[in-house]
């Protein structure tokens, strides 16, 4: 994929499970080893990205907001960190982003 990406000029979306924490969870601050099985995708990608639920699915609530936090965990031109926030816009199933600055 890099040799077509570099002669083709062309980006790639890779999509790949995660593994979950020690604790079970995503409650880490992701990095390139939460990426389950994927090879050495994620070490010859120029930017490796989470999107991580910040939201218990198993207890959830009526009327509680579904946050997910995206974060760049590896990247050739920055450095990582969280990048946005995002809540699920319920029922149309799209994403409104947060501001992540405050």
Known sequence: MESIRDELNVSFLV???????DGKSY???PHLG???GSGDI????????????????LSWVEGQKRK????????REHSPGLVAEYEVDYPY???????VSK
């Open 93 to 99: 199933w799209g994403f409104v982003e947060r501001d």
């Open 42 to 57: 994620e070490y010859s990608a120029d930017n490796a990205m989470v999107l991580y639920p910040d939201w218990d699915p």
């Open 27 to 29: 409650k880490e601050t």
């Open 34 to 36: 939460v990426f389950k």
């Open 15 to 21: 999509i790949s499970e995660l593994s979950r924490g």
């Open 68 to 75: 997910n936090k995206l974060w760049l965990v590896a990247s």
